[in-house]
Each structure stands twice: as structure tokens, then as C-alpha cells.
């Protein structure tokens, strides 16, 4: 089993910051691939990030329209902590959503508990 433990969500205005992390514990040998999610009230969840242990990154196309890469969205990660962060800059209210830590390793998904962002216009 993975466990994973998110930090970082909160109330924010519009145009501030917020770094998510999720650090991994339990079975981490084999894990290839780490990223969040988001879903927002009455939608799908959906990726908005992942990253390799290799460092390879995939962002959603639909946070590739939202965000500049690198400038307003990092997708980072730190195999030595087993932590993947999440920098997002000039939040919108449209990225209102609770945000889940995900990892995959072999087949299985692992998901955080979600943590709430929430940006005020």
C-alpha cells in the first residue's frame, strides 16, 4: 500500500499563489509516475499534471490553454522525499477545485484525500 499525504490547498485571491505538496510513504519502491488531479464541484476529475521519477512532465492540454508552463504551473518532484509539488501562479477562480495527489505504480492508482483550493474573485 501507498499512502499519501497532501498539504498546501487553501483559500486564495485572484492572482495569488499556492504550492501544493504530497509526499508518498508505505510500498514507494516501483512507483513511476506521480501528478494531481483536480475536480471541481459537479465535474469529471481530471489530470492537470504528472511527472516521472525520471522527470519526464505531462500537463494537461487543458492547463496547457489555462497556464503558462514553467511562468504559472511547475509540476516538480524530489525522489529522495517521495514529494511532488505543484506551484500554480495567478490563480483564477475557475481553478476552484479540490486537488488529489496521485500515484501510479504498476497497474494500481493511489489517491490523496484531495485538498481544497479555493480562489476568490
Known amino acids: 500500500q501507498v499512502q499519501l499525504v497532501e498539504s498546501g490547498g487553501g483559500l486564495v485571491q485572484a492572482g495569488g499563489s499556492l504550492r501544493l505538496s504530497c509526499a508518498a510513504s508505505?510500498?514507494?519502491?516501483?512507483?513511476?509516475?506521480m501528478g494531481w488531479y483536480r475536480q471541481a464541484p459537479g465535474k469529471q476529475r481530471d489530470l492537470v499534471a504528472a511527472?516521472?521519477?525520471?522527470?519526464?512532465?505531462?500537463?494537461?492540454?487543458?492547463?496547457k490553454g489555462r497556464f503558462t508552463i514553467s511562468r504559472d504551473i511547475t509540476i516538480s518532484r524530489d525522489n529522495a522525499k517521495n514529494t511532488v509539488y505543484l506551484q500554480m501562479n495567478s490563480l483564477k477562480p475557475e481553478d476552484t477545485a479540490v486537488y488529489y495527489c496521485?500515484?501510479?505504480?504498476?497497474?494500481?492508482?493511489?489517491w490523496g484525500q484531495g485538498t481544497q483550493v479555493t480562489v476568490s474573485s
Open positions: 496521485n500515484v501510479k505504480k504498476g497497474w494500481i492508482d493511489y
Open positions: 508505505g510500498s514507494i519502491s516501483g512507483i513511476k509516475t
Open positions: 511527472i516521472t521519477s525520471g522527470g519526464s512532465t505531462n500537463y494537461a492540454e487543458s492547463v
